[in-house]
């Protein structure tokens, strides 16, 4: 069996995570990873960079803000891999927020068929219309599509 190396390169860790060199540069910068410097300057990643980047790929593609990532990477280990513990306390930091994001994706969902499926956009059935901005004391944007666990809702 081969052995791996210990340390990859950045042209390694973009192949292996289908992240750009441009966007691992940027999320180092941002703090996000980390990697150590050659005597020739060239960064060098621990192969448990490949796992922060997947979880990072996968918070973004669920809507999280990069602070958001970034403030929960904050928690886990940076000289070794996350363990199954570590990444449980991560993800039940996250639960309610997701479930809130799933609970307002479906009632836009849902509640946006009528609207998309005649084409008209009726105004006496779209939960979009808000005449006379009788809505206006229930916060900005489309209050009846929040998700019940947003406070205003």
Same mark, same amino acid.
């Given at each position: 069996?081969?052995?791996?190396?210990?340390?990859?390169?950045?042209?390694?860790?973009?192949?292996?995570? !289908?992240?750009?060199?441009?966007?691992?540069? #940027?999320?180092?910068?941002? !703090?996000?990873?980390? %990697?150590?410097?050659?005597? !020739?300057?060239?960064?060098?990643?621990?192969?448990?960079?490949?796992?922060?980047?997947? #979880?990072?790929?996968?918070?973004?593609?669920?809507?999280?803000?990069?602070?958001?990532?970034?403030?929960?990477?904050?928690?886990?280990?940076?000289?070794?891999?996350?363990?199954?513990?570590?990444?449980?306390?991560?993800?039940?930091?996250?639960?309610?927020?997701?479930?809130?994001?799933?609970?307002?994706?479906?009632?836009?969902?849902?509640?946006?068929?009528?609207?998309?499926?005649?084409?008209?956009? %009726?105004?006496?059935?779209?939960?979009?219309?808000?005449?006379?901005?009788? #809505?206006?004391?229930?916060?900005?944007?489309?209050?009846?599509?929040?998700?019940?666990?947003?406070?205003?809702?």
């Amino acid at each position: 069996m081969t052995k791996l190396p210990a340390l990859l390169t950045i042209g390694e860790v973009a192949h292996r995570s !289908g992240v750009a060199q441009t966007a691992l540069r #940027f999320y180092e910068e941002r !703090g996000l990873i980390t %990697s150590t410097r050659t005597t !020739g300057n060239q960064r060098r990643y621990q192969r448990a960079v490949l796992r922060r980047l997947a #979880f990072i790929r996968a918070a973004q593609r669920v809507g999280l803000s990069l602070e958001q990532i970034s403030d929960a990477l904050a928690t886990l280990p940076d000289d070794h891999a996350p363990t199954k513990a570590d990444w449980t306390r991560l993800s039940k930091r996250w639960r309610d927020e997701l479930d809130a994001r799933i609970d307002g994706l479906q009632r836009l969902r849902d509640n946006l068929t009528g609207c998309i499926g005649c084409g008209c956009l %009726s105004l006496r059935t779209c939960i979009l219309h808000n005449p006379d901005d009788r #809505f206006a004391e229930l916060g900005p944007g489309a209050p009846l599509l929040r998700p019940k666990s947003d406070p205003k809702a």
